[in-house]
Nanobody, 128 residues
Framework: QLQIVESGGGLVQPGGSLRLSCAAS????????VGWFRQAPGKAREGVAC????????KYADSVKGRFTIARDNAKKTVYLQMNNLEPEDTAVYFC?????????????????????WGQGTQVTVAS
């Protein structure tokens, strides 16, 4: 099974930036589609961004479009979420997720049911 670990969260002021990282302990993420999700207290988990396994497709939630970027570094076997111009509304626990099988992109999107394996989450707090 795929074991996912996120890192890079922290406290940042509005307008600041953070870069979240997602990696797998047992397998390389280079062959997997990957999604980023977030959940604020009292709110439902929502999709933020996703990227296909072949790196030719990305999708973003309207709320983060133009501010967040999802990208791969295959040499490091890592998927990143670069978050710029952060707003207090971005405060949430951010989760990285991957589908059950590699090389699968059909149905890829920001819906949670596409994904099987989830990290434990990393806290992002945007406040002054």
């Amino acid at each position: 099974q795929l074991q996912i670990v996120e890192s890079g969260g922290g406290l940042v002021q509005p307008g600041g930036s953070l870069r979240l990282s997602c990696a797998a302990s047992a397998f390389s993420l280079k062959d997997y589609a990957v999604g980023w999700f977030r959940q604020a207290p009292g709110k439902a988990r929502e999709g933020v961004a996703c990227i296909s396994s072949n790196n030719d497709y990305t999708k973003y939630a309207d709320s983060v479009k133009g501010r967040f970027t999802i990208a791969r570094d295959n040499a490091k076997k890592t998927v990143y979420l670069q978050m710029n111009n952060l707003e207090p509304e971005d405060t949430a626990v951010y989760f990285c997720a991957a589908p059950r099988l590699p090389f699968v992109n059909y149905g890829l999107g920001l819906q949670m049911n596409f994904y099987e394996f989830w990290g434990q989450g990393t806290q992002v707090t945007v406040a002054s």
